[in-house]
């Protein structure tokens, strides 16, 4: 029901923002008329805080009307904040806006920024921010919309060839980067200029030629607000932000990320059930979707609402005539929020032996977490500052069973909701009950508003099953199987920046009914008899060997049982001469401990079945991860297992001896020759 509640109230605010005044703030986007709302509703409540620095919701409305302001010069745009509008806006009224606005972005020639030779911004262009977690990178983002020009978060890491990659692949016209990046970027600012794009950085003294400083630009700027119409979308599946893919195996995708999804983000933190009095810590990296949308956009969203019946509009009020915005109102709607918004430690690094200290001084009562922060903060040694905290709620994705069991009840009580979706997808999931290991719960009511499918996948193949009239086939409750969702205008799937093949394999056809189409997750998950969903492995991650299919969760899972293993990741690597991909476990120590190979070895035989005992085991000092906590998987398997190309520890199940023994160079050959058996 709550989920219910929180569409039908998104849906009320758009409507309420196209109908607003167009040269007003609210009139704009959804970043624009919520952020406008909050300064006029609660100016002095803290929204951000980050290290000692403090803001209010009037101070970030102000930095991003400067920054927005900034980014209007840059487009040639000199209209000024207009005159004021009265009453609502007609479509053609919104139409001669826009028209008036392009006119101005084509005749800007005269506005070419002097030192860096670029044209200028068109309306719509898309501005890269290669900045990490802080203030300036939200104000930049909020600016951007309600500049009217599209964002592209930009991975922090990359450099050389995959940054200018991700550059061409989104179309960006100018990159925004962090003053602490000019040295590792040097070599790549030749290219950058050859692409033709406006550099700026964020507050450096010194620069290198063509670089400005784009905080300078923006101080000088006033702080009013900007038209509503600027950024005012056509159409509210059009993109206004680019979130790249991790790309673990190959190069970052930009999934197009519409006005749509950004509205409906904001309905994440009123979903997990968060108030407008909370503190959320998020040390999240703010160019992936769980740091932005759901940490930042998410937080916007939160406020008090009240049921309302048809013609109930506001506390109090009997007035059957509803709001000229919705013309033919819903049986239930939710009235606007009176007071909203809460406030976000944000953390540029996540510390596990800062947190507890950071949580109490912030008095923080909402943790945004990934699974690997979690684990993190269990394998801390014991801390003061974990006791007598406000935390009341955790908020994520990728807790494993192990990990929750010891977070609760080393830190309870708390609550952990784990959620599941994916940056480009169209369908998410909510662990509202807090049954531990599970993702959600496939109830009729949740599926009729966020409909969704498992199917039977052959990983064998990779691709789904089909029956004899060749649509696809629900699975069992306890059968993994393909998470889909039907795509629809309601729930659509953009894509990415670039050409339609980078979509391939993302849509299935002719699922159910011949002429449908469902969005391909590529995740496999488990619903039992009660109806919980329980995530079982990526289709990419799951391997078959011996005829049988090893999901590496479950592997990683049993193995993690062992109290002197702290990390494990569980793969499939090539072994010639063999069919199918054999298991092999990176495995880090919980110190004081050693690795006791005799244990191992018979707690794989007793809880796992043969095909699914790891037949390679690689000892590290830490596990690799990516950006945002992810096991290297692909990299792992690519690096195999032969001794004289790896310096880590290495060892190998001999199943005559009944035992994992360590792989020599002579074991190695033997294997390659067909004389030992795995």
């Known amino acids: 029901m709550r989920a219910l509640r929180c569409k039908r109230a998104l849906r009320a605010r758009a409507l309420a923002a196209a109908a607003a005044d167009p040269e007003g703030p609210e009139g704009g986007c959804s970043l624009a008329w919520r ?5 006029r509703q609660r100016p002095a409540h803290t929204f951000l805080i980050h290290g000692a620095q403090r803001f209010s919701y009037a101070e970030a409305e102000r930095h991003s009307n400067r920054a927005a302001r900034a980014f209007l010069r840059a487009r040639g745009w000199d209209g000024g904040l207009g005159g004021g509008g009265t009453g609502g806006a007609g479509e053609g009224e919104r139409a001669a806006h826009c028209a008036r606005d392009q006119a101005a972005g084509s005749g800007a020639a005269r506005a070419v920024r002097e030192g860096d030779g670029a044209a200028p911004l068109a309306p719509g262009a898309t501005v890269a921010l290669l900045l990490p977690a802080c203030p300036e990178f939200l104000w930049l983002w909020f600016g951007l919309a309600k500049a009217g020009l599209r964002t592209a978060f930009v991975p922090t890491a990359l450099r050389r060839g995959p940054l200018q990659h991700c550059l061409r692949s989104c179309g960006a016209r100018a990159l925004v980067l962090a003053p602490e990046f000019l040295e590792s970027l040097e070599p790549d600012l030749p290219a950058l200029r050859g692409m033709g794009l406006h550099l700026w950085a964020v507050g450096s003294d010194t620069r290198p030629a063509g670089i400005s400083d784009f905080l300078a630009e923006a101080s000088a700027e006033v702080d009013g607000p900007v038209p509503g119409y600027l950024s005012a979308p056509q159409n509210m599946t059009d993109t206004c932000l680019y979130i790249f893919t991790s790309g673990t195996t190959g190069l970052p995708k930009a ?8 509205l409906q983000c904001q309905g994440f933190y009123q979903l997990c059930g968060a108030h407008q009095e909370d503190v959320i810590y998020l040390a999240l990296p703010l160019y992936h979707m769980s740091g932005s949308l759901l940490g930042i956009v998410g937080c916007l969203g939160i406020g008090n609402y009240t049921m309302a019946k ?4 506001e506390e109090g009020s009997q007035d059957p005539t509803p709001p000229p915005a919705i013309s033919s109102p819903p049986s239930f709607l939710l009235s606007p929020p009176i007071r909203a918004g809460a406030t976000v430690v944000l953390k540029s690094r996540f510390s596990a032996g800062q947190f507890w200290e950071d949580c109490q001084k912030h008095s923080v009562t909402v943790f945004q977490y990934i699974g690997e922060l979690c684990r993190y903060l269990v394998n801390q040694p014991p801390n003061k500052a974990e006791r007598g905290h406000k935390v009341r709620l955790v908020v994520g994705s990728g807790l494993r069973p192990d990990t929750w069991e010891r977070f609760v009840r080393r830190f309870g009580p708390l609550q952990v909701l ?14 509202y009950t807090g049954q531990q290991g599970a993702v959600g719960r496939a109830s009729w009511l949740y599926k009729h508003v966020f409909p969704f499918s498992l199917i039977r996948y052959d990983v ?18 306890g059968e993994p199987g393909l998470l889909v969702a039907p795509v629809s205008q309601q729930s659509p799937f953009l894509g990415y920046a670039g050409g339609p093949e980078l979509a391939q394999g993302k849509l299935l056809k002719h699922v159910f009914r011949p002429g449908d189409v469902f969005f391909n997750t590529g995740d496999l998950l488990v619903c039992d008899n009660q109806g919980f969903l329980r995530f079982h492995d990526r289709t990419g991650d799951t391997f078959r060997w011996k005829g049988e299919n090893v999901a590496t969760t479950e592997v990683a899972e049993a193995l993690e049982a062992l109290d002197f293993l702290q990390e494990v990741n569980v793969y499939g690597v090539t072994v010639p001469g063999h069919e199918g991909r054999a298991g092999m476990a990176a495995l880090a120590l919980r110190p004081p401990h050693s690795l006791d190979l005799v244990q191992l070895y018979a707690h794989v035989s007793e809880n796992l079945p043969p095909y699914a005992r790891p037949r390679f085991l690689r000892l590290q000092e830490s596990l690799a ?5 992810k096991q290297q998987k692909v990299r792992m398997a690519k690096e195999g297992f032969d001794p004289s190309a790896l310096s880590d520890p290495l060892y190998i199940l001999d199943q005559a001896r009944g035992a994992y023994l360590p792989l020599t160079p002579a074991r190695y050959s033997a294997l390659l020759a067909g004389d030992l058996r795995i």
């Open 35 to 39: 952020l406008a709302q909050l300064a």
């Open 255 to 262: 999934a197009r990320i519409s006005h749509l999804k950004v």
């Open 310 to 313: 048809a013609g109930v509009w």
């Open 418 to 431: 784990e959620t599941y979706g994916l940056t480009e997808g169209n369908v998410a999931t909510f662990n």
């Open 460 to 477: 064998a193949t990779g691709e789904p099953v089909r029956d004899t009239q060749g649509h696809c086939v629900a699975t069992s409750p």
């Open 625 to 629: 991860t990516t950006e945002t906590f």
